[in-house]
Structure formats: structure tokens, C-alpha cells
């Protein structure tokens, strides 16, 4: 491929930056994108194995550097939520914003192919991103902010019946599963709704 991209928590770290030395040694003029929570907190030490890092949210970034590679040119700098390595300088761009609520459900539903679903075992589903809170031992509002954003309730609806046809079991990526609120609560009462006719 002409493009190997890769997310990496820490602990899938060394694997993912094996994989980017194998993917280069057997494609030189391949581009190496690493993201996720790892690639964004230790990004000079990515920038070792990878090309380019999506730091923090990547729906937009990736959308737009993904155009601009296609367009065959070098010119990132204007890419916010990039970081690169330049005539083997450190360049990091401005931050992008983090996504609204409102933009949150207009992201599409994630694409499996047959090959894939064939093999899932625990169907996933993002319902909200960032915490009020900021304790010392977790990184949520460094990468998603401390706004607690909902995706919403039709799309989580959407994606509990879609990705209930794969795997046994559903995983349920929540930053602070219940911050308190009527909002939370209708969330939970119908995801159980679903869940309840999946048995």
C-alpha cells in the first residue's frame, strides 16, 4: 500500500512501531501515519518510526491529510493536529479544535468489511469523549478535553443495532460512563433496550 496508518495505545506501542520498521524496510517510499493516545503523548519518540503523527482527535485530521497527500504535495503545515519531521526538523502544528456534539453525530459509522466482520468476537461503540474532571492518573482530558461530549442518542441507537450482528458480545468506550443528568440516563435506559432484545 502506499500508506500504512496505525493507532497505538502504550501498550500496543512496541508491536506498532515494529510493524512501521518492517512496512519501510519492504516499502521505502511508503508513508508511515501513526495516531491514537500514544502517538499523541510521545510524539518525538514516534516520529523515530513514522512519518507523520495525528495528534489528539483525527476525524478531521486524517480526512484533510489524506486529500493533501493525494495531491502529491509536501505542504502540511497548514494541516492543524499534525506533527512531522521536515528536513529532519521537529514541526508541530497548531491543535485542531475538538469536535462538537453536533459533529460527533455527523461522523459516518465505522466500515467493516466481510473479512473483518468474520472475525470480530466484541462488537465496539464510542458513545461520549472527555471528562469534567481532571485526576492526576488519567489522560482522558489531555487527549479529549474536559467537556464531556455526548455523542448523539439516534446515532449511538444507530451503531448498538449495527454492530450487534457482530461477535458475541458489545464494548461500550464511554470516557465517564454516567456524569448525572436525564441525558445520561435515557442513553442507558435505551442501549439496555437493545441490548435486552439481543438475548
Given amino acids: 500500500s502506499d500508506a500504512l496508518l496505525i493507532s497505538s495505545i502504550t501498550r500496543t506501542s512496541p508491536q506498532s512501531m515494529k510493524l512501521a520498521e518492517i512496512y519501510k524496510l519492504n516499502n521505502p517510499a ?35 491529510l489524506m486529500q493533501r497527500l493525494t495531491e502529491d504535495t509536501s505542504q502540511l503545515s ?9 528536513n529532519k526538523d521537529f514541526q508541530i502544528n497548531a491543535p485542531r479544535n ?3 456534539e453536533k459533529e460527533l453525530g455527523e461522523l459516518p459509522h465505522p466500515f467493516y468489511d466481510s473479512e473483518v466482520t468474520k472475525q470480530i468476537l466484541t462488537g465496539t461503540i464510542e458513545t461520549t469523549r472527555g471528562c469534567p474532571y481532571n485526576c492526576d492518573f488519567c489522560s ?10 455526548r455523542r448523539p442518542l439516534k446515532w449511538n ?3 448498538m443495532l449495527r454492530i450487534s450482528k457482530y461477535g458475541k458480545y458489545i464494548f461500550i468506550v464511554d470516557d465517564n460512563l454516567a456524569t448525572g443528568g436525564p441525558k445520561d440516563i435515557e442513553r442507558l435506559e435505551a442501549i439496555a433496550k437493545i441490548d435486552g432484545k439481543r438475548k
Avoid: S
Fill in 30 to 64: 511508503g508513508i508511515v501515519i501513526a495516531g491514537g493516545p500514544d502517538p499523541t503523548f510521545r510524539t518525538a519518540e514516534w516520529l523515530k518510526y513514522v512519518d507523520i503523527v495525528v495528534r489528539g482527535e483525527g476525524e478531521k485530521t486524517l480526512k484533510e
Fill in 78 to 86: 497548514d494541516i492543524h493536529g499534525l506533527a512531522y519531521t521536515l
Fill in 98 to 100: 475538538l469536535l462538537t
Fill in 140 to 149: 482522558v482530558t489531555e487527549m479529549y478535553g474536559n467537556h464531556y461530549r
Fill in 157 to 159: 441507537l444507530e451503531e
